[in-house]
Every structure is written in structure tokens, then in C-alpha cells.
């Protein structure tokens, strides 16, 4: 069987890390804008629903589960239905797959950082042994699969 290269496993190795930690750089500040984003329009869309509401008590406790950023539990304790044709709830479906994805794609990042950075700092002590080869191309597998799914996971959020 014929050996990697040192420069090949150096390289591969550290742009895996590289990249993946770029991916989660631009993920989440895509996802922390639609974020921001969506809470914001939540805000509006539940004090102006609490505007219209009668009882002064409910509107006060509104304002304070949407400080507390509790959007589900404000928009269920109104009495009347939704004026604005479910739009408050598609944002607070949305706010939460935007966390979910954004979790996700932490978790997936810091899997295959790690796993490239202590392949990579144990090349030297490991590369003689012959599940080294495994252990690379797996690296590599497991890297393409994380692109993979978050890729998925971005284009079905914002669809």
C-alpha cells in the first residue's frame, strides 16, 4: 500500500479545521442576523397585539414573556385569535429552527476540528501504523458529511 505523503496529511488536515471553523463563522452570523431578525419582528407583531388587547393586567404580562423573549407563551396568552393570520406563529417556527440549525452546526464544526486537529498532532507518533490511512480518509468522510448536512439542513430552513 502506497504512504500519504507528510504534506498531504498536513495540508488536508489543517484546511479541514480551517474550513469548518469558517463555515461556522458564516453560518452563525447568517443565522444570528435571522435571528435578531425574527425576534425583532416578533416583538412588534406581539406588542401590537397586545395593544389591542382590553385588560391592562394581560398586556403587562405580555410585554414582560416578550422581554423575556418567551414568544410562544405571549402569543398563546391572548384571548382573541391571531389578527395576523398565523405570522406570528411561522416566525416563532422559524426562530426556533434557526437555533436548532445553528446548534447543529456547532456541535458538527467542533467534531470535525477536533477530530482533524488531534489527527493532525498525531501524525508524527501514528502515521507508521496501518489504521492511519482509515483514520485520515475518515477524517476526510466525516468532514465532506458535515458539509454536507448543514448544507442540507440551510437550504430546507430558508426554503
Known amino acids: 500500500?502506497?504512504?500519504?505523503?507528510?504534506?498531504?496529511?498536513?495540508?488536508?488536515?489543517?484546511?479541514?479545521?480551517?474550513?469548518?471553523?469558517?463555515?461556522?463563522?458564516?453560518?452563525?452570523?447568517?443565522?444570528?442576523?435571522?435571528?435578531?431578525?425574527?425576534?425583532?419582528?416578533?416583538?412588534?407583531?406581539?406588542?401590537?397585539?397586545?395593544?389591542?388587547?382590553?385588560?391592562?393586567?394581560?398586556?403587562?404580562?405580555?410585554?414582560?414573556?416578550?422581554?423575556?423573549?418567551?414568544?410562544?407563551?405571549?402569543n398563546n396568552s391572548f384571548a382573541m385569535a391571531d389578527p395576523n393570520g398565523g405570522l406570528i406563529d411561522n416566525d416563532i417556527m422559524n426562530l426556533t429552527n434557526y437555533k436548532k440549525l445553528i446548534k447543529l452546526t456547532a456541535i458538527l464544526s467542533s467534531i470535525t476540528i477536533l477530530l482533524s486537529v488531534v489527527t493532525l498532532s498525531l501524525v508524527d507518533q501514528i502515521k507508521g501504523f496501518i489504521f492511519f490511512n482509515y483514520l485520515f480518509f475518515l477524517t476526510i468522510i466525516i468532514f465532506f458529511g458535515c458539509l454536507i448536512i448543514v448544507t442540507r439542513k440551510m437550504l430546507a430552513t430558508f426554503k
Do not use: C
Not at 507528510?6 to 495540508?11: G, K, L, V
Not at 401590537?48 to 422581554?67: F, P, S, Y
Open 1 to 74: 500500500m502506497e504512504t500519504i505523503s507528510d504534506n498531504t496529511i498536513y495540508y488536508t488536515l489543517s484546511t479541514i479545521a480551517q474550513t469548518m471553523a469558517a463555515v461556522f463563522a458564516v453560518v452563525g452570523t447568517f443565522l444570528l442576523f435571522q435571528i435578531q431578525s425574527t425576534e425583532s419582528r416578533l416583538i412588534n407583531l406581539l406588542i401590537g397585539r397586545a395593544d389591542h388587547e382590553t385588560r391592562l393586567a394581560a398586556n403587562a404580562r405580555v410585554k414582560t414573556l416578550i422581554a423575556a423573549k418567551k414568544f410562544k407563551e405571549a
